[in-house]
């Protein structure tokens, strides 16, 4: 069973910082592509970023050159690193994952993240 445990959520200033991680267990963590999505209150879930095994990354336009996605497979981590926050940024932030072989993706529980203006 996978499983994704997400943390560093809070509340910050506009113009702060926060990293996210998310340790994930129960799969070959270094096969598997590895994503954030966040939901705002009354909006539909989006994707923030994600990594490839591989390492190669992807952003959202609406985070591109502030938010930065990154991996440790020797930790099992993945992590968001999330600079010039803006109050738009508050949602919650989630973790996911498809692992290689599986018939479902993964979530984690969650972690809320409040950007004060």
């Known amino acids: 069973q996978v499983q994704l445990v997400e943390s560093g959520g809070g509340l910050v200033q506009a113009g702060g910082s926060l990293r996210l991680s998310c340790a994930a267990s129960?799969?070959?963590?270094?096969?598997?592509?590895m994503a954030w999505y966040r939901q705002a209150p009354g909006k539909q879930r989006e994707l923030v970023a994600a990594?490839?095994?591989?390492?190669?990354?992807t952003h959202a336009g609406s985070v591109k050159g502030r938010f930065t996605i990154s991996r440790d497979n020797a930790k099992n981590t993945v992590y968001l690193q999330m600079n010039s926050l803006k109050p738009e940024d508050t949602a919650v932030y989630y973790c996911?994952?498809?692992?290689?072989?599986?018939?479902?993706?993964?979530w984690g529980q969650g972690t809320q993240v409040t950007v004060s203006s």
């Open positions: 996911n994952t498809y692992p290689v072989g599986a018939t479902r993706g993964y």
């Open positions: 990594i490839t095994s591989g390492g190669f990354t």
């Open positions: 129960g799969s070959i963590f270094s096969d598997n592509a």
